[in-house]
């Protein structure tokens, strides 16, 4: 019944009444904008948007296979580190410390708070990768472990660091 309702109601739609009245050709005209419209929507809402994401997601994966690369490539290096011996650093001495060899580094350090003795957690304005890798290996050189470390990639190529950072014990 409810069928029947909808297309009595439809037979009787100005809109319809107004499409039959066209010409066959005019009929066809509005048909093909109608279809050229509908194809451009649905390339401007479904298609382009999901080429930009693709080609974002490329560029992410080029980044995280440039920045894998670099990293298998200084394993061998982390591995001697961590068979050297270490110098032990005052706790006193700690915050002067990173913030000395942070300066030396060209590296800004945008927070620093101190939790507990020995203990520093401290934020650094961006900056590449590979400068926060050289200071990392300073730190560690002069006594001080990270303890924690948050990378997120900021722009221009560059990394902001949240660490937390112990003396070595």
């Known amino acids: 019944m409810t069928s029947k309702g909808f297309t009595a109601q439809l037979d009787n739609s100005q809109l319809l009444q107004r499409w039959r009245a066209l010409a066959a050709r005019e009929q066809f005209a509005l048909g093909s904008l109608g279809s050229f419209l509908l194809l451009v929507v649905l390339y401007l809402t479904l298609w382009l948007p999901a080429q930009e994401r693709l080609q974002a997601a490329r560029s992410a994966f080029e980044s995280q296979r ?6 298998v490539s200084q394993a061998p290096l982390a591995r001697n580190l961590a068979g050297t011996t270490q110098q032990v650093l005052d706790p006193a001495r700690l915050q002067g410390t990173v913030t000395a060899t942070a300066a030396t580094q060209g590296l ?3 927070r620093l708070d101190s939790s507990e003795a020995g203990v520093l957690q401290l934020n650094l304005q961006p900056a590449p990768f590979a400068q926060l890798l ?27 660091a949240r660490l937390s950072v112990r003396v070595t014990q």
């Open 66 to 71: 440039e920045l894998n690369a670099y990293l």
């Open 108 to 110: 800004v350090i945008e």
């Open 134 to 160: 050289r200071w990392f290996n300073v730190l560690q050189e002069q006594g001080v472990h990270i303890a924690e470390a948050g990378l997120d990639r900021a722009e221009g190529n560059q990394v902001a």
